[in-house]
């Protein structure tokens, strides 16, 4: 289903089912939309920025394909695709978590002191865009690897799999990382950890996997 206009989620619920739901304008009203494993969502168009409203249950794919971006206003759980194509994907004060691929073209995450993203699910490694973020979760066996700067303000949790900065920075600015099985991966010749925090952290016990490049 394409809405080329105005989607008025005034009364009651919009549900997707197993469907795609291309939005081209905006959203009226505040109810939620109910999503699902098998639901796809796609933000097109060249209006101004979408905020999004509530999406529960998640979503199978999503899509921002908007030079204006989109605006989370809930915690969102895409458990198949995170499409960037275009536009910046304004998480806020939200959890954003991601079990499936990313990929990003032209499009952006775009984080901040509140912002959160997990990395979950069984499938395989992926790059994750440059974002700032409060706390970022790590619980996938193949790992992740950053394409760009990334900025941990909170908390880094290393629960499983690998997090492998390439040529990139991370900047752990906030508590001491937690550490389950996962790990970092800064070996690379461009890689750099940098540590920014104002008071004392401690690295948990076999925390990277060799050698750190740039500390």
């Given at each position: 289903?394409?809405?080329n206009?105005?989607?008025?989620?005034?009364?009651?619920?919009?549900?997707?089912?197993?469907?795609?739901?291309?939005?081209?304008?905006?959203?009226?009203?505040?109810?939620?939309?109910?999503?699902?494993?098998?639901?796809?969502?796609?933000?097109?168009?060249?209006?101004?920025?979408?905020?999004?409203?509530?999406i529960?249950?998640?979503?199978?794919?999503?899509?921002?394909?908007?030079?204006?971006?989109a605006?989370?206003?809930?915690?969102?759980?895409v458990?198949?695709?995170?499409?960037?194509?275009?536009?910046?994907?304004?998480?806020?004060?939200?959890?954003?978590?991601?079990?499936?691929?990313?990929?990003?073209?032209?499009?952006?995450?775009?984080?901040?002191?509140?912002?959160?993203?997990?990395?979950?699910?069984?499938?395989?490694?992926?790059n994750?865009?440059?974002?700032?973020?409060?706390?970022?979760?790590?619980?996938?066996?193949?790992?992740?690897?950053?394409?760009?700067?990334?900025?941990?303000?909170?908390?880094?949790?290393?629960?499983?799999?690998?997090?492998?900065?390439?040529?990139?920075?991370?900047?752990?600015?906030?508590?001491?990382?937690?550490?389950?099985?996962?790990?970092?991966?800064?070996?690379?010749?461009?890689?750099?950890?940098?540590?920014?925090?104002t008071?004392?952290?401690?690295?948990?016990?076999s925390?990277?996997t060799?050698?750190?490049?740039?500390?």
């Open positions: 289903v394409t809405v206009g105005i989607l008025a989620l005034n009364n009651g619920t919009y549900q997707i089912g197993n469907n795609n739901l291309v939005l081209t304008a905006g959203i009226s009203g505040s109810n939620a939309i109910i999503g699902g494993t098998a639901s796809n969502l796609t933000v097109g168009g060249t209006s101004t920025s979408l905020a999004l409203p509530p529960t249950n998640g979503l199978n794919d999503f899509t921002l394909n908007r030079p204006n971006g605006t989370l206003n809930s915690n969102l759980t458990n198949g695709t995170l499409n960037l194509t275009s536009g910046a994907f304004s998480i806020c004060a939200n959890t954003l978590s991601l079990l499936g691929a990313i990929s990003s073209a032209a499009g952006t995450l775009s984080g901040g002191s509140s912002s959160n993203i997990t990395i979950a699910g069984s499938g395989a490694s992926a994750l865009p440059a974002v700032s973020l409060n706390n970022l979760t790590l619980n996938r066996v193949n790992g992740i690897s950053l394409g760009g700067a990334g900025s941990v303000g909170g908390t880094l949790a290393l629960t499983a799999g690998t997090l492998t900065l390439g040529a990139n920075t991370l900047t752990i600015a906030g508590n001491s990382p937690s550490r389950t099985s996962g790990n970092i991966d800064a070996s690379n010749a461009g890689a750099t950890l940098a540590f920014t925090n008071s004392a952290i401690t690295l948990p016990a925390v990277f060799g050698n750190v490049n740039n500390l």
